[in-house]
């Protein structure tokens, strides 16, 4: 079995920056691509960001293009989010999520992600 910890969330000014953190614990060898999904208040769970297992492949919601980077190191089974130029539209629960070996989709679709990480809380306000 795979556990996914999120780490590095908190409160940031509009325009500020936030790296957030996943690492993968357990059976890590059988993960394939790892991706981010946030959730606000009221609204559904959304797709940020996927990456490769090489990490040569990466997909970006709309919103978050140019703004927000994700990447990997395997060695560290640890996938990053750097976000930068944060917006009051960012707040979110933010979720990390990781597919099985056996699946190389990387793109949106929740259902294509086996597991899932618990949160980590983005807050962007003056």
């Known amino acids: 079995q795979v556990r996914l910890v999120e780490s590095g969330g908190g409160l940031a000014q509009p325009g500020g920056s936030l790296r957030l953190s996943c690492s993968a614990t357990?059976?890590?060898?059988?993960?394939?691509?790892m991706g981010w999904f946030r959730q606000a208040p009221g609204k559904e769970r959304e797709f940020v960001a996927a990456?490769?297992?090489?990490?040569?492949?990466?997909y970006y919601a709309d919103s978050v293009k140019g703004r927000f980077t994700i990447s990997r190191d395997n060695a560290k089974s640890t996938v990053y989010l750097q976000m930068n130029s944060l917006k009051p539209e960012d707040t979110a629960v933010y979720y990390c999520?990781?597919?099985?070996?056996?699946?190389?989709?990387?793109?949106?679709?929740?259902?294509?992600?086996?597991?899932w990480g618990q949160g980590t809380q983005v807050t962007v306000s003056s």
């Open positions: 990456i490769s297992w090489s990490g040569d492949n990466t």
């Open positions: 999520a990781a597919q099985k070996k056996i699946s190389d989709y990387v793109g949106y679709a929740s259902y294509k992600y086996d597991y």
């Open positions: 357990g059976s890590n060898f059988s993960i394939n691509v």
